[in-house]
Structures are given as C-alpha cells and as structure tokens.
C-alpha cells in the first residue's frame, strides 16, 4: 500500500462576508499519483487548492503531511511543495534566469548546486534558448512552463497546480503536460484543478468533482463513467431531448416505445457524468 503524503480532513472555509467556499472537504493523496479536483469557477477548487498550499487558513479542519498537521511547522511544509497558481506572478522585467535565481535565494539552495539544476529544468521546459530573454517577452506557454520549473527548482516532493493550463492554447497545453507526465514517470505528487474535462480523463489517476464547495463523487475516469452507465442514448422529439444512460451497446439501442425524430447513441463521457450529478455545463 503506497504511502499517504497529504490528507485533508473535514476542511471548511467562511469568508468574512458568510460566503461558504469550501464544505466538509476529506481527501487522501498517495505518493506517485496524479489528482485532479474537476468542478466549474466559484465550485471551491482554488479555495481549497490556497489552503492546501498555506495561503488560506481553514475555518475548520486539518490539513496533514507525512501525518503531520502542517501548523506545527509551516516553514519546513512550504519548502517541501512545489506551486503553481493559476495566475501568472513572474518578475514579469527580470530575464527567466533571474526569476529562477530569485527562487533559489528564497529557498536557500546551495550555489553549487542551483547552475546545473537550472540549466537541466530550462532543458526539459524547452526555454534553455530563452533563459537570458525578459519574461515579459515570452508567450503565455512560456511563462506557464516557466512557472513549472521554477516550482520545481528546490526539488519538492508534491507540486500543486491551480489551473496549470487555463487560456493556453492546445499545443501549449500538451507541452505543459508532457512535462507533468515526466515529472509523475521520476515519483513526483501532483494535484491540479481544472475545468477542462478531457486533462482530468486523460492525465488523471484519481477525479473528484467539485460541486458548491463539497466532493460530490471521486474515482477514476472510467470507475465514474461505469457508475452512470458506459453508453448514452439522446432521444430528440420536436425541441426536447431526453438523455438516458445504459450499462451497454445492446441495451442503449433497444426500442424507445415512441417515435422520436433524432436518435444517437454513443459512448459515455466525463462531461455527461458532471451533468448528471450538478445538471450544469462547464464553462470551455
């Protein structure tokens, strides 16, 4: 049985002004893995991803690593993640080296051995040509890799990622996930949000949909799609569409009992299973 790293136990958070983010949260991460929190903006994500990251306090709850709660020493906790927020916060003035060089410093890391762990993270980012080149000259990819590798730069065990590829475009966001995968390949944790369906299902070992504040559902892309029903059939009558969901082919081609104008069958999606338990759409 693989190690826990991080457990969050009953997290809850109130702002000030009595909007309940988050409810009730409990989640195990096991080393190695890669988790995804899926849910649309305003579901309680990044609210949960900030205090998982120290940078919102909990009303309630607990959050422990390596069964340790991450209150009793928060400096030794920080050192040990990685993360990335789902804005840009670069020197956006200073060269992408002197960004790193500033991590570094921060995170007292020896100067005999930052040269070469910089050089090999540009070199797997693909920014080793643009390491002398301003930030604020880079393309939003860039800058997004960038963050990665800076996150990266002190070697922590678990990397947080609030919306790593939010308003990328699709081939700045498979770069950025090539680059998670070999960081999972070598053992590193990841847990990331995310409102795009097809990151959760494809580079996700664990998905737990997000939902007003609370983990509604969680398991893997097909443990989920299996739960509602593998096959989808969209029976359409004039301007209504009645959607029904079936264990298998055979059963979702069977006869309807009622005329019907349209009538397509296919396979289940993660999109029809976040409908199904919120009956909203997520934002593309």
Not at 76 to 100: K, M
Not at 128 to 144: I, N, P, T, Y
Not at 224 to 239: T, V
Request: proline share 4%; charged share 25%.
């Amino acid at each position: 049985m693989k190690e826990s790293i991080l457990e969050l136990k009953d997290l809850d958070k109130v702002y000030p002004n009595g909007t309940h983010a988050v409810r009730s949260v409990s989640y195990r991460l096991d080393e190695g893995g890669c988790y995804a929190f899926l849910g649309p903006n305003g579901a309680g994500k990044s609210t949960t991803i900030s205090m998982v990251c120290g940078l919102c306090i909990p009303t309630s709850g607990s959050i422990h690593f390596f069964d340790t709660d991450i209150r009793k020493d928060p400096a030794s906790y920080r050192s040990s993640i990685g993360v990335v927020s789902q804005h840009a916060n670069l020197e956006l003035d200073l060269t992408a080296a002197q960004n790193l060089r500033i991590h570094a410093n921060l995170y007292d890391l020896p100067r005999r051995e930052y040269p070469e762990r910089a050089e090999r993270l540009l070199k797997v980012a693909g920014l080793q040509d643009k390491k002398d080149e301003v930030v604020r000259s880079l393309s939003g990819g860039m800058k997004r890799k960038l963050q990665i590798i800076r996150a990266l730069l002190h070697d922590p065990g678990l990397l947080i990622l609030d919306e790593p590829t939010v308003g990328l475009d699709p081939a700045s966001r498979r770069a950025i996930w090539d680059i998670l995968l070999s960081l999972k390949r070598a053992g590193k944790t990841i847990l990331f949000s995310t409102h795009y369906m097809e990151e959760a299902h494809t580079y996700a070992d664990s998905i737990s949909i997000i939902h007003q504040g609370s983990i509604i559902k969680r398991g893997t892309a097909d443990s989920l799609i299996d739960d509602l029903g593998s096959w989808c059939r969209l029976e359409y009558e004039g301007m209504a569409k009645r959607v029904s969901f079936f264990p298998t082919h055979e059963e979702a081609l069977e006869g309807t009992g009622s005329p019907v104008v349209e009538l397509i069958v296919r396979k289940t999606t993660l999109e029809d299973v976040f409908i199904d338990l919120t009956g909203k759409e997520l934002e593309k």
